[in-house]
Each structure stands twice: as C-alpha cells, then as structure tokens.
C-alpha cells in the first residue's frame, strides 16, 4: 500500500522539476510579462524626427514607462511600460496632451496648436 501511494508522489515530483526547467528556458518576452512589464503600439499622426523627439521625451516623464520609440516612416509608436504603474489608455492621452492623434483619439487643440508648422499633420512627411 505505502509502494502504491510513493509511485503518485515520484511522479508529480517529476513533472514538476520539467515544468520548473521549462520555465526557465522560457522566451524573455514571456518572462517580461510576468514581472508585469508589457508592451502598447499606436498609430500617431507624426510625420518627422521633430515629432518622434517630442513624443519620446514626453512619455520618459510618464509613470511607468520604460521605453518609447517611433517609427517615423509607419508613424508607430512602441511604448514599453509597467502595468502596474499605467495603461495603454493613459499613454494614448499622454500623447494627446503633447500634441499627436493617437490611435483614434485626436491630438489636443491647444498642444496641437502649439507644435512648430513642420510638424502639423497637414504637411506632408519629411
């Protein structure tokens, strides 16, 4: 009886010690998401290096992120951030607040209305 209630206990010991070793040799993107850390992508209207140097800075001063990037030519912007400390929807009125459209919300009227005429999304990309 004690043989037959050891054979259960040995083989859960075993594939818990696999799933240890998998988890281990996990991919960094699935490690990343588990200490909390994610990843947001938006559609801007910024059209140059201007943009992409105002938009950066601006979200460097927002609470949780990590990193910004934009990508002038697909005018994507990649924002890496906590999730504890914010949301995408708080990083798409960041980049209102500075002027951008971001995904389908508009830039704000009085930011927008403060960018320099190059970087207006009227003008043409340069």
């Known amino acids: ?7 259960p206990l040995f083989a859960l010991l075993g594939l818990t010690s696999t799933a240890q070793t998998q988890a281990q040799t996990a991919p960094a993107a699935v490690q990343a998401a588990t200490n909390g850390v994610a990843t947001a ?4 209207s910024a059209v140059c290096d201007m943009c992409k140097a105002r938009i950066e800075k601006s979200l460097a001063y927002e609470k949780g992120v990590q990193s910004a990037v934009l990508d002038v030519p697909t005018k994507v ?3 890496t ?4 400390k914010t949301t995408p929807a708080a990083l798409r009125t960041a ?3 500075t002027g951008y459209d971001a995904d389908e919300l508009t830039a704000d009227a009085r930011a927008y209305n403060r960018l320099p005429d190059c970087c207006k999304k009227t003008n043409p990309t340069h």
Do not use: E, I
Request: charged share 25%; aromatic share 10%; hydrophobic share 50%.
């Open 1 to 7: 009886m004690k043989s037959l209630l050891a054979l």
């Open 41 to 44: 992508q938006f559609k801007t």
């Open 77 to 79: 912007l990649t924002v």
């Open 81 to 84: 951030y906590k999730a504890d």
């Open 95 to 97: 980049v209102q607040k």
